[in-house]
């Protein structure tokens, strides 16, 4: 049964590089007024939002209906996943205000080569049905990266990207740095697997260094082994009785409590209800403490920057 989302009404909240502080809010919230994460440009970047990896045009298209539908006010998807014009149909069916909705995309190596990148990104804004997209990521670090990146550069001049990301940078931390002291307009957010397994302590305070928060994709180690091993965790599972909650909200409530930014997938409407409904509750300081040594890093997808060359040569055929 679909269940009901428990708005956050007393609390606005303010994050910073990880770490979440709550201040009161003399006014009543709305089921669209979650909390958000300040980003180094001015931006706020809604925390919550929905990842449509894996997902077709169609399955993203309802998906995100759905998820617009329950509160979601940010929206993941990427040139390589092949579903903008689905997500993008969805967000002109909602009749939610296009400002009102943050949109992130990726551009995919093949794109960074100089001359492919603004041709890329006006490509992506033609499937998108926009004008500009709040957030894109060089999705790896590999191929012609810096070229991508000026290319993002001066689309954020041009106005048709407001904010540019890192997605998967902590395969090569060498690179990361690299891109980040070359860059005229910095970098504002990093988005890398997170979960509490893999809980990338070390990666984190590179990125406090630098200003930088953390976007965390397979928050609930993806689909198959990853999701079915954090759900069958002992320690996850008794919080979840002691709170009345699913495994995956008690996860997720971690995840908004140490002040990520985080984009469960979901395609069925329950668990698209369920992944948000995580601001009505809290999880104590000692719970908190407890989650934290679930820490393994172990990751569920175990790619290296090795691994991530292919992807200079694969072209995506949208």
Known sequence: MKKSIFVASLFAAAVFCGSLVYAEDSEMKTEND?????????LKIPQFGLGTYGSSEQQAHDAVLEALKDGYRHIDTAHAYRNERGIAKAIKESGIPRS?????????????????????????????????????YL??????????????????????????????FDLNEKVFEEVYEKAEIKPVI?????????????????CAEKNLPVEGWFPLGGSGKGNE?????????SLAKKYGK???????RWHVQEGFSTIPGAR?????????????????DDDMKTMRALNKERRFYNGTWESAQRFKDMKINY
Do not use: C
């Open 34 to 42: 979650y909390a958000t994460i300040q980003l180094s440009n001015g």
């Open 139 to 168: 999705h790896q670090p590999v191929g012609d990266y810096m070229a991508g990146y000026r290319a993002l550069e001066e689309a954020v001049r041009q106005g048709k990207v407001r904010a540019i990301g890192l997605s998967n």
């Open 268 to 284: 069925n409407p329950a668990y698209i209800a369920e992944n948000i409904a995580v601001y009505g509750f809290s999880l104590s």
């Open 190 to 206: 990093v988005q890398i697997e997170l979960n509490p397994y893999a809980q990338r302590v070390e990666f984190r305070k590179k």
């Open 229 to 237: 091993t954090l759900f069958a965790d002992e320690t996850i599972k």
């Open 100 to 136: 009102e909705i943050w949109i992130t995309s990726k551009l995919w190596p093949t794109d960074y080569n100089e001359g492919n990148g603004a041709q890329s990104i006006d490509m992506m804004l033609e499937r998108l049905g926009t004008d500009y997209v709040d957030l894109v």
């Open 246 to 252: 699913s495994p995956a909200q008690i996860i997720l």
